[in-house]
T-cell receptor, first 114, second 114 residues
Framework: AQSVSQHNHHVILSEAASLELGCNYS??????LFWYVQYPGQHLQLLLK??????LVKGIKGFEAEFIKSKFSFNLRKPSVQWSDTAEYFC????????????FGTGTRLKVLA | SAVISQKPSRDICQRGTSLTIQCQVD?????MFWYRQQPGQSLTLIAT?????????ESGFVIDKFPISRPNLTFSTLTVSNMSPEDSSIYLC???????????FGPGTRLTVL
């Protein structure tokens, strides 16, 4: 069965620190990978996505993620976080070709201290 | 991207009652989904709302407990029936759009059952 693991449940950083959030998935076939962000009081928004091609994908607000197929990972990174990055981050995998079924990770709650 | 609204945004309900949540999209979409996000947990897919036919439920979710309607391509409802405190969650609808299986999420309905 497909599964997604996000190892960091809560992360606290100071502004300008670098961020890396881990995401590992379990699925043997071709996958589409997503990171969603949920800012306080707002709905889920797509941060970035990977379907094929360059395994390093860039998203909005300076975020990027790298797909490493051999490690079944899709870690999210940002070189320098801002207070406004305080949010919950969800990794999601779509492994059923031709469907929209997502498996979500448990989320990582990031708090950035000003 | 689609603009999605949900009603109500939140509600507090008594055990044994039912609540119907509405999801409205600003454009016609083929795929609509309902998710549940229990406190401290990730998003779990409840069902796919199919226009003109019965919804497709995921393992662990049944029509009697979560009846879904999809009368047209812009609207769907999810009813949480015979509620218990364990049903306290955020319920989200989403739509599938684009060729790469992207999903866009509504703002969610926060349900508390007393």
């Amino acid at each position: 069965a497909q599964s997604v693991s996000q190892h960091n449940h809560h992360v606290i950083l100071s502004e300008a620190a670098s961020l890396e959030l881990g995401c590992n998935y379990s699925y043997g076939g071709t996958v589409n990978l997503f990171w969603y962000v949920q800012y306080p009081g707002q709905h889920l928004q797509l941060l970035l996505k990977y379907f094929s091609g360059d395994p390093l994908v860039k998203g909005i607000k300076g975020f990027e993620a790298e797909f490493i197929k051999s490690k079944f990972s899709f870690n999210l990174r940002k070189p320098s976080v801002q207070w406004s990055d305080t949010a919950e981050y969800f990794c999601a995998v779509n492994g059923d070709s031709g469907t929209y079924k997502y498996i979500f990770g448990t989320g990582t709650r990031l708090k950035v201290l000003a | 991207s689609a603009v999605i609204s949900q009603k109500p945004s939140r509600d507090i309900c008594q055990r044994g009652t039912s609540l119907t949540i509405q999801c409205q999209v600003d454009s016609q979409v083929t795929m609509m989904f309902w998710y549940r996000q229990q406190p401290g947990q990730s998003l779990t897919l409840i069902a796919t709302a199919n226009q003109g036919s019965e919804a497709t439920y995921e393992s662990g979710f049944v029509i009697d407990k979560f009846p879904i309607s999809r009368p047209n391509l812009t609207f769907s409802t999810l009813t949480v029936s015979n509620m218990s405190p364990e049903d306290s969650s955020i319920y989200l609808c989403s739509v599938g759009s684009g060729e790469n299986n992207e999903q866009f999420f509504g703002p969610g309905t926060r349900l508390t059952v007393l």
